[in-house]
């Protein structure tokens, strides 16, 4: 089996350590390399001092194919990366004539002179070799110490940004097949982390040592991912994916990096069935879960986001004598919200959602986290109560999740709720026609 390139991370800066800055550049550099099968193995954070700094290089080095610093590459007296590489390759600071070359242009461009701080950016150890950088005026260094490379980039997210692609291209070149792990990825909704493992667990399959299983939860959706270093482990990898795909059945949403709105667009479409939302605690972000598809238009007429009554009742034609009676989160009205969306845009199938949000709003018959759901066709309307006493923003992401699997296996004539639901709810009632 091809043995896995060892990555590791070392990020630099007393404002990254102080909390002052928030850490961004370490989660894009990972998904830059996780996204070409790549993986970071072990990431460490240390302040701007050289010995601190040499500390860890030093023991990375030992362990490391690949070592992608970031930060520490300006023009101040803080910014030490240069020189902490020098330290570790036992070589002097140079000026590099490409380095140079980049710092007189960055200045050239905007009309200036280099000053004696920027002119610190020219001085590389004698054996690396710059990573362009089209926005800054400090280059990236790559340079090679004993059996590992390493990559240092500038700690301006934009630059490291830029550079990330060009830091893959030079992984490739020189370990080709080795620098593409083999990664599978299932997404599904309703299965937590733990119950998802148990499942697997209990299942009695003899999973293989060559296939890495992992889980991403993200609420409300989880991703599995199945990964293998080498292609001979294909086979492998397809049939754990198999056994997964059978063992958790329908709730698994689609495969790659398949949404909850993709599944919905792509259902629809197969079927050459339209969509409508009406929407009031969740502010439009099923329309938006579904509209940010490639291709949406297919398969969505219209959303309607109707949070005041008074539009509820203009618009979708909701009765004012039943939000008085009922209030706004009901049955009555969410029923009445779904059946108007559909007389308004001629779609197939209407999401509606009416719920209490929070912070406020709550009472002992409607607490917070109640919501009524309509789902269906005119002549097949299904309703449903649940309640997720969460976060205002969590909670309109739960409810966005939940609409719309609720509808996707309506649609499938799969059973009509996962256990995720199922705990959170009564019976869904049907409407008839």
């Not at 590099?96 to 461009?109: F, M, T, V, Y």
């Not at 792990?181 to 148990?198: I, P």
Request: net charge negative; glycine share 8%.
């Amino acid at each position: 089996m091809s043995k896995r390139l060892n990555i590791q991370c070392l990020m630099t800066g007393n404002e990254v350590m102080s909390g002052d800055t928030i850490d961004t550049n370490s989660a894009h550099i990972a998904q830059v390399l996780g996204a070409n099968g790549l993986t970071i193995a072990r990431r460490v954070t240390v302040n701007d001092d050289v010995n601190q700094l040499l500390f860890e290089l030093s023991d990375m080095v030992r362990t490391a194919d690949i070592v992608i610093m970031n930060g520490g590459l300006g023009p101040t007296i803080d910014d030490l990366t240069a020189e902490v590489l020098a330290l570790l390759a036992d070589e002097p600071l140079v000026i590099h004539p490409d380095a140079e070359a980049q710092l007189l242009a960055w200045c050239e461009r905007r009309g200036q002179l280099p000053n004696e701080a920027n002119l610190k950016q020219r001085l590389l150890p004698r054996s690396a070799e710059i990573i362009p950088n089209a926005r800054g005026s400090a280059p990236g260094i790559d340079i090679t110490v004993g059996d590992t490379r390493l990559f240092a980039t500038p700690g301006v997210p934009s630059e490291m940004r830029d550079m990330m692609p060009l830091i893959i291209e030079r992984i490739e070149s020189q370990w080709g097949a080795r620098a593409h792990a083999n990664v599978m990825r299932l997404h599904t909704f309703g299965l937590g982390e733990s119950n998802a493992q148990q499942l697997i667990n209990n299942s009695g399959f003899d999973w293989p040592e060559s296939v890495e299983l992992g889980f991403r939860a993200s609420a409300p959706t989880m991703e599995i991912k199945l990964t293998v270093a080498d292609t001979k482990d294909l086979p492998e990898q397809q049939a754990c994916a198999d056994h997964i795909a059978a063992l958790f059945g329908d709730h698994i949403l689609g495969t790659g990096e398949t949404s909850i709105g993709q599944s919905m667009v792509e259902l629809l479409s197969e079927r050459g069935m339209t969509l409508t939302t009406a929407e009031s605690c969740t502010g439009g972000l099923i329309a938006s879960l579904i509209t940010q598809i490639p291709g949406s238009s297919k398969a969505f007429h219209a959303g309607f986001v109707t949070y005041d009554n008074a539009i509820k009742s203009s618009v979708l034609g909701v009765r004012q004598s039943d939000l008085d009676q009922y209030g706004a989160v009901s049955k009555t009205v969410v029923e009445q919200m779904a059946l108007g969306a559909l007389r308004a845009s001629n779609a197939d199938y209407a999401i509606a959602v009416s719920g209490i949000a929070g912070p406020d709003g709550g009472t002992i018959d409607k607490p917070l986290g109640r919501v009524w759901i309509a789902y269906g066709s005119s002549s097949d309307l299904r309703i449903i109560e649940l309640t997720w006493p969460l976060p205002r923003v969590l909670f309109q992401t739960m409810v966005a999740a939940a609409a719309l699997d609720l509808l996707r296996r309506h649609i499938l004539e799969l059973p009509p709720h996962c256990l995720y639901i199922q705990q959170r709810q009564n019976q869904p009632q049907k409407i008839d026609s």
